[in-house]
């Protein structure tokens, strides 16, 4: 089955600066880009990796690391940046039925 995805994005400007383990820190939650916590909507229950995702809006936050990433789904998802990150919220990886 399709589903539309909408993801609302800004990006960071480099403006020469070292992003990785600089700017953005390796281990710790950020909010990718910039000026807002960015959102995911899936418009229909989805499936990815085998994991199920129900249709819904989340705010999400990668935590970054020098070999792989983790992917933060968060209920809350009009937030400012990573400071109105609040782990209470997040949404456990294979949440809902399978």
Known sequence: MI???HIDY????VRGRNIWNELVAYTQVWAT???????????RDVKIK???IPKDKYGFFPIPGKSEWILIKDKSWNMHLEDDYDQEFDIPQNQGKT
């Open 50 to 52: 085998g994991k199920f």
């Open 3 to 5: 589903s539309d995805i």
């Open 33 to 43: 880009g910039s000026h807002k916590a960015k959102r995911i909507e899936f418009e």
């Open 10 to 13: 800004g990006s960071t400007c």
